[in-house]
């Protein structure tokens, strides 16, 4: 069988190489961090903590056919425990203060409620979305027809494919706080709805909405550990602390323990992004794509379990105090980085497992990141700047959980310098490619057109998150398989 060495052990690498060991490919998968996972990791710290680094929710667990046939083929659904939060989202700003629940039907009902003359909108909203996702599933198992009646099929991609979210949203819906609401949980995505593509907006959050989104019990790192697990088991190798230094048409060079090793390879696969993965071949690549947005993490282990404290909160809680309507969007991540709003993800909500005394409890302040901002500044002024940013969120976490800083007793930051330090990825962008309209419409580049024997999957190919990497590589194991 054909021997396939993948560089990197994200989820979109361990995906592929699960899927493809299993069916009989040798598979090596090189991660140079001595964990896998990438930004789908868990990270111990002292006093009982598992520290979750990239999962706050995970869409399409059980409504994403793609994902559900990956996860069917490698029983993940028998060996992985995932958590449904009660809510979708919890919203507060200047103004707003609105949970949105789980489920198309009880979301449109709330938002009519709140917003009776609004009603036509927000049924025009749904049923747009709903339209885009079907169109977009559809998609994913091409025929050879669709081609030809493209136009026909599949108008609502065309006709929404330039459009950002804020050209729709402005024509359908007239209150500013209702499309401020619609919004919120994919500012994650961009740092502006006028340059967020309102295609990748309806898929994610039609799924959403629909399935709902999860959390994996005991931390991110089980899915992949777990990846990782059936590679072993059926006969690849996962090599942590391993970094590809260098490729070639039938090679792939990499220091282990100090010494390069070289495996002969039939398939290349690249969990990493393509101008990294060109400069590993020594082929000149200029990305014309711009990079997505990072995000910044304050880690926080509370010595109470802040549920048993504060009582039923949302799981996941937006913060923007200083936002007064959607257009104020971009000016609240591009202010001061202790300005910005941010997501505050209380896992005590849920039986999350981070903790190994149930007493205590694991959350995270999530931010919209630069990495300039961190890059510039010297040892002790970055430490001062995340000591006061530290200092700030707790104050305006204060205001929604009274005396919460006197509970903390674990706190940490990773910045955007933090992810590219041990993952490497570009910017230490969590997100792949900026998702504005031109960017995140494009047919996934899943085999290169310079390397022959190469392939992609991750966050650069269909976009970033954990069920977009997940499905990259089922996409490229397809690819692989197909060729054989
Ligand atoms: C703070 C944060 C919060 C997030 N929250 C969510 C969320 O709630 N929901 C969601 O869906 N998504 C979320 N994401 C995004 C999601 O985690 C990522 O988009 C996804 O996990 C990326 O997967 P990937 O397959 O592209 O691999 P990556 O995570 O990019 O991993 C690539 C791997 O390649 C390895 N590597 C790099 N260079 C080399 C080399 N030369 N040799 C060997 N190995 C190498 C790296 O060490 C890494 O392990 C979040 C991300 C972050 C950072």
Request: glycine residues 8%; charged residues 25%; hydrophobic residues 35%.
């Amino acid at each position: 069988m054909k021997q396939i060495t993948i560089i990197g052990a994200g989820l979109g690498g361990l995906t592929a190489g699960a899927l493809l060991a299993k069916d009989g490919y040798n598979v090596t998968i090189l991660e140079q961090h001595n964990i896998v996972g990438g930004c789908a990791t868990t990270f111990k710290r002292k006093g009982g903590f598992s520290c979750e680094v990239g999962l706050h929710k995970m869409d399409g667990v059980y409504n994403n056919p793609t994902i559900i046939d990956i996860f069917r083929v490698l029983e993940v659904y028998n060996n992985i425990d995932f958590i449904k939060p009660n809510e979708f989202f919890r919203v507060k700003t200047e103004t707003i203060d609105f949970i949105m629940p789980n489920g198309i039907k009880n979301a449109k009902n709330k938002l009519k409620n709140r917003f009776p003359k609004e009603k036509k909108g927000i049924d025009r909203y749904f049923k747009i979305i709903k339209g885009i996702s079907k169109s977009l599933e559809r998609l994913q198992n091409p025929s050879w027809y669709y081609y030809a009646l493209f136009p026909f099929m599949f108008w609502n991609i065309l006709y929404y494919k330039s459009k950002s979210v804020t050209d729709v949203l402005d024509n359908i819906i007239e209150n500013d706080e209702l499309n401020t609401i619609l919004n919120t949980n994919v500012w994650y995505y961009n740092d502006t709805p006028k340059t967020l593509s309102f295609l990748l907006h309806a898929v994610a959050q039609y799924s959403y909405y629909k399935g709902g989104g999860y959390f994996i019990k005991g931390g991110s790192g089980k899915l992949s550990s777990y990846l990782a697990k059936v590679i072993r088991d059926n006969g690849g190798e996962v090599i942590t602390k391993a970094s590809v230094i260098s490729c070639a048409k039938d090679s792939v060079s990499y220091i282990y323990k100090d010494k390069t090793k070289v495996i002969k390879s039939d398939i290349i696969i690249s969990n990493i992004s393509p101008q990294q993965t060109y400069k590993l071949y020594n082929i000149p690549y200029k990305e014309s794509k711009k990079l997505g947005d990072a995000l910044l993490t304050i880690y926080f282990g509370f010595s109470k379990n802040i549920k048993e404290v504060y009582g039923d909160k949302a799981y996941s809680t937006f913060i923007f105090d200083n936002l007064s309507s959607m257009s104020s969007f971009s000016k609240i991540v591009k202010d001061d980085i202790t300005k910005r709003g941010f997501a505050f993800v209380d896992y005590s909500q849920i039986e999350s497992g981070l903790t190994k005394d149930s007493s205590k409890s694991f959350g995270v302040v999530c931010i919209m990141d630069n990495i300039e901002d961190w890059e510039k500044l010297d040892k002790k002024e970055y430490k001062k700047k995340k000591d006061n940013l530290i200092e700030t969120t707790l104050k305006k976490l204060e205001k929604e959980y009274p005396n919460i800083s006197s509970l903390v007793e674990y706190v940490e930051v990773g910045t955007a310098k933090t992810v590219k330090r041990y993952i490497k990825t570009p910017n230490g962008t969590a997100y792949g490619f900026k998702p504005t309209p031109k960017e995140f419409f494009r047919v996934p580049k899943i085999k290169s057109n310079r390397v022959k024997n190469l392939y992609f999957t991750g966050q650069w190919v269909i976009a970033g998150g954990f069920s977009p990497a997940i499905m990259s590589g089922g996409l490229c194991a397809i690819k692989i398989k197909r060729a054989r």
